[in-house]
């Protein structure tokens, strides 16, 4: 099976000097500025979010409900959004969710600044927001690639990519709790609405034109069951996915879990709870600093089970911790793992798949990365309510260490698979260029 992607040139290099190589690429760079605008507003509004939930009603179950909301639509809509990615112009897609994104956003800032707002309406523009988010997810990762202008660039783009979400996870929550505590929510909503003109703003300035490849139309039905086919063959690419659902499911709920754990377990208010969040973002930036300073995505494979299992255990002292500082330094441990495991999964898939299924290769992987969040959100809140907090969490933690480890089991066969992939990359590298 021939890759997709050809992974960065730089065989004989590595380092730091080679981390932003990406951003040579004027496309890729001004779409970065941008989203540095945007993530820090998405992600105030996404701390505000479930502060405004638990103190509406002080229940764990909205919590779990509210990103139940957020991230059903995925589920449903991923098999579709990723044939929608391949099929048709993917700037004008995302033009399209960056929009009505900010729409949303608007929306809930004047609910919230008027006084208006009640539980269903944070559930149904959720609900709204998560199926614009099955839509812009898969359509974003692949309009990576169109951005970046030399594909041995790849390998360091999606970790910087990464970078700026965890960038974003440090100053968004950090600004949120800020603002929490001095003027309301509704202001972290009406900041993210704002943001989004950045992004809207450097799209319009893009020029990809040429540069993907449109999929002839074709009935649906087939072109989801030809995706399923080549990830069910691709054995590194099933592992891959199968354990982010594990982790979607019984890992990533923690943070659903997060402010009535700062409330309920350590008495604090929006302030703890940014700088518990920011602790997590801190570690996730310097995990993809240390992925975008590496020269390949061969062998990155085998760090997805050590970071798995890291996460897992991390994850479990924290629920058990109960103590502020302890609590700083095991999210940051949980922070930097799970984005090990995260971007490495990303990295590798985006290397090894062929271009034409990519936009829906990836709608799989946004699928098994939120799509079934929303039973692992909703199972946790209502555990939670029933056995507590800190169990439910070490609950989570147990089966994310358990599929780790039945990962770590399949490596072999999963490195075995991949040699002759990567080889194949390797010899395409070692080509004299074309005069």
Request: positive net charge; aromatic residues 10%; charged residues 15%.
């Amino acid at each position: 099976m021939e890759a997709g992607f050809t992974v960065a040139k730089s065989a004989g290099a590595s380092g730091f000097k080679f981390m932003f190589r990406a951003l040579g690429s004027r496309n890729y760079r001004l779409f970065s500025m941008a989203q540095c605008v945007s993530l820090i507003g998405t992600w105030t509004q996404h701390a505000a979010l479930g502060w405004l939930a638990y103190r509406l009603t002080g229940s764990t179950v909205l919590l779990g409900a509210v990103a139940f909301s957020n991230q059903i639509p995925t589920l449903f809509l991923g098999p579709l959004t990723g044939i929608a990615a391949d099929r048709f112009d993917r700037k004008r897609l995302l033009f399209l969710t960056q929009g009505l994104s900010m729409v949303q956003a608007l929306v809930l800032a004047v609910l919230v600044l008027t006084g208006t707002i009640a539980a269903w309406h944070i559930i149904v523009l959720s609900v709204f927001i998560g199926a614009l988010n099955a839509l812009d997810n898969p359509v974003r990762q692949a309009f990576v690639v169109e951005m970046v202008e030399k594909k041995e660039d790849l390998a360091d783009a999606i970790p910087l990519n990464s970078a700026l979400v965890s960038g974003a996870r440090i100053i968004g929550p950090s600004v949120a709790g800020i603002l929490i505590c001095t003027v309301g929510e509704g202001v972290c909503f009406l900041l993210n609405g704002v943001s989004y003109l950045a992004v809207l703003a450097a799209l319009q300035a893009i020029n990809v034109d040429g540069k993907q490849k449109i999929r002839q139309n074709g009935p649906l039905w087939n072109e989801f069951r030809e995706e399923i086919e080549y990830v069910f063959n691709f054995k590194p690419i099933f592992g891959i996915l199968a354990l982010i659902s594990v982790f979607s499911v019984a890992g990533a709920p923690y943070a659903v879990l997060l402010p009535a754990y700062v409330k309920d377990v350590l008495h604090g208010g929006g302030h703890t709870f940014g700088f518990l969040i920011s602790a997590e973002g801190i570690g996730a930036l310097c995990a993809t600093m240390y992925l975008a300073s590496r020269k390949s995505a061969d062998g990155l494979i085998k760090l997805i089970p050590v970071a798995a299992a890291a996460c897992a255990m991390c994850t479990a002292a924290f629920a058990l911790s109960g103590r502020f500082m302890l609590c700083l330094f095991f999210l940051f441990i949980v922070g930097f793992a799970m984005t090990c495991h995260i971007a490495s999964s990303n990295t590798i898939i985006q290397t090894i798949v062929d271009e034409d299924k990519r936009g829906r290769v990836m709608s799989l992987y946004t699928m098994s990365f939120m799509a079934l969040m929303p039973f692992g959100s909703l199972l946790a809140g209502s555990l939670a309510g029933h056995v507590g907090i800190k169990e439910t969490l070490v609950f989570g933690a147990v089966l994310c260490l358990t599929g780790a480890s039945i990962f770590a089991v399949k490596l072999p066969g999963f490195c075995e698979f991949l040699r002759p992939v990567f080889a194949n990359i390797k010899n395409c590298e070692n080509e004299p260029p074309e005069k």
